[in-house]
């Protein structure tokens, strides 16, 4: 590589390092302003219901599209563990019916005559939890 005594070296190693850190920096907030313009997290005021056509988990979040008609949005951590899988990200399914009414943070999806239950943001039946 090069000597510690190298002041040459080691100044155009650490502008590599900072303009990198730089490029990484704005890469990963122009990907975020992206993913929040296209996705945006569902809000307890929001009503939403329709028929999903499109869920991609993507970290914690849903990915969602309803009706085909670009009605996209996220949502956030929801859990309950009386469901296998228990992680809504892996348990909404295309298909599925989903409805959540204004000022509530109750998400009630229907599937072949069933309904089922999640909270935006919440955990439920953590008694359940297996691991």
């Known amino acids: 590589m090069f000597s510690i005594d190298d002041d040459k070296k080691w100044g155009q190693f650490i502008k590599l390092m900072v303009g990198g850190f730089v ?21 307890t005021t929001d009503e939403i219901e329709g028929k999903v056509t499109s869920i991609k988990p993507y970290q914690s979040a849903s990915l969602v599209e309803l009706n085909s008609d670009g009605n996209t949005f996220a949502i956030l951590g929801a859990r309950n563990y009386k469901y296998d ?34 909270v935006i943001g919440g955990y439920l039946n953590k008694e359940l939890r297996k691991d």
């Open 23 to 43: 490029v990484f920096g704005a890469i990963f907030i122009i990907g975020n302003v992206w993913m929040d313009d296209q996705y945006p997290n569902i809000k």
């Open 85 to 118: 899988p228990y992680d809504l990200n892996y348990f909404l399914k295309e298909g599925d019916y989903l409805q959540k009414n204004m000022n509530s943070d109750t998400l009630m999806i229907k599937r072949d005559g069933k309904e089922y239950v999640f």
